[in-house]
């Protein structure tokens, strides 16, 4: 019987940070390329949704916990800690239960989505809400792992891009080469350093092994408009957006943002709450592909790219989609402008329902 192994596992000799390591996984990665024929027809390209939402805890995040955990595992750590906008707690709290060791993590007051908070309270960590916004509990964090017994598992943890790279790989895997452009959602921008590091080792001979790809893409970030400090140039004091997962005001991974967008000739652009909820929509609405909001930016940013006439004709173009819409599941229950739906209400009668399907009687 064969079943994927996760991602320490079936990209072993690609991660030779994890050589020396025990496994501890979930079975993360292996997340489908699913073609995305309605957005393809509007913006002129081949596009592609790489469904992180299917990972074990519902996020990519799935990816470098499975090597943060199992590096600080083999390093002998006991406990765990992280800052997180929700994902990164859930994933954390998982693994850590799952090698036997304990989790902090510190999230930013009233500004989590539910299911993520549920998610890391399940696992057991030990969750505190601090007064203050993601980047306050990062800064938080990292003074505790300078000083005591944990180790932090946020992305500024090197085993955690290591882990995250697999995503670039198994787009290649699945399309036999790099795609023109990769768009993504940016917060922390761990995850853009980590897909441009993945498909810059496939396209290039590493450790002695052949390259896999014959080029790399442009790399398309979109930061959330309130939370946009890549493209501003500046941090951000008070981040605000309604995608709470990428509401950062100083990611910890900026500069090697900068350094995929410029070498990959892409761009960070930012995209508006509005056009991430109309993405949000649109994805769920005709592709069947639920995400939670943050993750809609990737396809906003495509769509506004796609307005501006900036996409390419016929491209192959991948947009992750990083987190599962039944994080956040309350935005499919508002239109577009804000109105509650309510689900239809009638007495147990067929004659009831086949009035509101309009049946003919
Ligand atoms: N999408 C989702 C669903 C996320 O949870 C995050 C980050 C991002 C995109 C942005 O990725 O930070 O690598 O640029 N979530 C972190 C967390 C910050 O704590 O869960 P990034």
Known sequence: AHQWRGVIREYADRLPMLAESPV??????GTPLIEAQHLSELVGANVFVKYEGLNPTGSFKDRGMTTAISYAKGRGAKAVICASTGNTSASAAAYATKAG???????????????????????????????????NCLTVARKLAEVHPVELVNSVNPARIEGQKTAAFEVVDALGDAPDIHVLPVGNAGNITAYWRGYTEYATETWGLAPVATRTPQMWGFQAAGAAPIVLGHPIDDPETIATAIRIGNPASWRQAEEARDQ????????????ILAAHRLLSSTEGVFVEPGSAASIAGLLQASERGEVPRDATIVCTVTGHGLKDPQWALRTADGTDIEPVRVTAEAQAVAEVLGFES
């Open 24 to 29: 501890v996984t979930l079975h993360e990665g």
């Open 101 to 135: 060791m304990t989790c902090a993590v510190l999230v930013p007051e009233g500004k989590i989505a539910m299911g993520k908070l549920s998610q890391a309270i399940a696992h057991g960590a030990t969750l505190i809400q601090v007064d203050g916004n993601f980047d």
């Open 264 to 275: 990959s000739g892409g761009r960070i652009e930012s995209v508006t709450d509005e056009q």
